[in-house]
């Protein structure tokens, strides 16, 4: 798997792929190989701007990442790069931009050239990002439970296991609450013995936390990294990234 920049984003916005990412649409179906798994922004890379207005970081010396459309901000240690709010970063089956399998919007990344191949020969590195965390709408959702079960699975599937279904473990949905008193489903993914064609094919893991904002709207957060690599971020990290996940309005959110 790669991970591409991709300097057409005007085309692929065009074409809605944002949209997809901020309203959550319905994911693809079953692939035959592995994806690329696509970064897409209209701007150009580096560090966003940030206004003096936005969130502070509840833990000292991380950084806060907003999504304006969902409400949703998070901390990550100072290592992370916080990419821009119109930042979308999604998982699409087979290689086909067409079928996108699970995206999230103004993502953080870690480790963004954390390893770079040239798999299909053409004479270009593209690089593969260590794990990135980010937020998204979830209006196809019938409930919490169902949105983080799904987000979970489909970033360790279309990451990392494409295209074996059965290299993937779920871990049970259960109820979490985050230190601002969201309450929601929180659901784990893994996959084990996945292929490894590629240079930077790993096994991968994703957690996925899925609760209403202050609308009532459905919404999740979720990460997802390599696993079993020397610099594989580990789990109680995940869970202290996870646990600053609050809305922007200060409400707690259900």
């Known amino acids: 798997m790669v991970v591409a920049l991709v300097a057409v984003a005007a085309v ?16 693809g179906e079953d692939g035959t190989r592995k994806d ?20 502070k970081p509840v833990v000292a010396g991380w950084k806060t990442v907003v999504n304006p459309k969902t409400g949703i901000a998070f901390d990550v240690p100072p290592e992370w790069d916080r990419k821009a709010a119109t930042w979308a970063s999604y998982a699409v ?19 963004e050239k954390w390893c770079a191949s040239d798999d299909n020969k053409d004479g270009v590195d593209e690089d593969t990002a260590l794990a990135s965390a980010g937020s998204r709408s979830e209006n196809s959702a019938k409930d919490v439970a169902e949105a983080a079960r799904k987000n979970a699975e489909l970033w360790v599937y279309g990451r990392y296991a494409q295209p074996d279904r059965t290299k993937i473990s779920n871990g049970p949905v259960e109820s979490y609450t985050t230190a601002s008193g ?8 893994e996959s084990s013995g996945a292929d490894r064609s590629g240079k930077c094919d790993t096994d991968g893991k994703a957690t996925a936390f899925a609760f209403k904002n202050s609308k009532g709207d459905f919404v ?35």
């Open 182 to 189: 969201i309450k929601g489903s929180l659901a784990t993914s």
């Open 12 to 27: 692929l916005m065009t074409a809605g792929v944002t949209g997809w990412l901020v309203l959550g649409r319905d994911s």
């Open 220 to 254: 999740s957060w979720t990460f997802h990294g390599a696993k079993g690599v020397d610099d594989e971020v580990p789990d109680a990290t995940v869970r202290e990234i996870l646990g600053t996940v609050r809305l922007t309005d200060g409400t707690t959110g259900s």
């Open 93 to 111: 089956e087979g290689g086909d931009e067409e079928k996108i399998l699970v995206g999230f919007a103004a993502p953080a990344v870690l480790k």
């Open 36 to 55: 690329e798994a696509t970064d897409v922004s209209p701007s150009p890379s580096g560090p966003p701007a940030r206004s003096s207005g936005e969130p």
